[in-house]
């Protein structure tokens, strides 16, 4: 069974810091991966695709590492407005199927 | 990037009836979804809605209890037939666009049924 894990949490954490999430899957021949957004009631939202080389965007960062399966999220100078459920995505495009794998994701509470 | 729209937003049901959602994207897309959310859980597939054909059942989920329509490259729409209070749920419709293979959700239906 193709699976995405992650910690669940909660990750309570004062404003400005410095949090970090992690995400393995067990399908090797995925392809493509995403962290996406959820708030409380509303859809996910793509927050970024991630890349081999790693990307950055703002006060985000994210990295994959393929040998490990293993993906992360770090989310520097956090702010109350990134209180959210954070979801690890994952794009195994067996037989055309593009289908993505979604974890259970990581709830993340910014408190003041 | 989608902008996707989603009716109904909320309905309350009796068991025993269908409803219809539907879905409206702003753009052609090559390829949509359906999804269903139930309280604290994630996203689970239900079938990817293929243009023109029918669409691609996700194990556990089955044609005669969710049908499916895409008659073109913007709109899909999912019914949920004979409904049971089991059904109560987030449905969720979403398009794959881009070059990453990203895909983009609606807003969701809230669907109870009593």
């Known amino acids: 069974r193709k699976e995405v894990e992650q910690d669940p949490g909660p990750f309570n954490v004062p404003e400005g810091a410095t949090v970090a999430f992690n995400c393995t899957y067990s399908?090797?021949?995925?392809?493509?991966f995403f962290w996406y957004r959820q708030d409380c009631r509303k859809e996910p939202k793509l927050l970024m695709s991630v890349y081999s080389s790693g990307n950055e965007d703002g006060r985000f960062t994210a990295q994959l590492n393929r040998a490990s399966q293993y993906i992360s999220l770090l989310i520097r100078d956090s702010k109350l407005s990134d209180s959210a459920t954070y979801l690890c995505?994952?794009?195994?495009?067996?037989?055309?199927?593009?289908?993505?794998?979604f974890g259970k994701g990581t709830k993340l509470s910014v408190i003041p | 990037s989608a902008v996707i729209s989603q009716k109904p937003s909320r309905d309350i049901c009796q068991r025993g009836t269908s409803l219809t959602i539907q879905c409206q994207v702003d753009?052609?897309?090559?390829?949509m979804f359906w999804y269903r959310q139930q309280p604290g859980q994630s996203l689970t597939l239900i079938a990817t809605?293929?243009?023109?054909?029918?669409?691609?059942?996700e194990s556990g989920f089955v044609i005669d209890k969710f049908p499916i329509s895409r008659p073109n490259l913007t709109f899909s729409t999912l019914t949920v037939s004979n409904m049971s209070p089991e059904d109560s749920s987030i449905y969720l419709c979403?398009?794959?666009?881009?070059?990453?293979?990203?895909?983009?959700f609606g807003p969701g239906t809230r669907l109870t049924v009593t």
């Open positions: 979403s398009a794959l666009t881009g070059t990453n293979y990203e895909q983009y």
């Open positions: 399908n090797s021949a995925s392809q493509s």
């Open positions: 753009s052609q897309v090559t390829m």
């Open positions: 809605a293929n243009q023109g054909s029918e669409a691609t059942y």
């Open positions: 995505v994952v794009n195994s495009p067996e037989a055309g199927s593009y289908q993505l794998t």
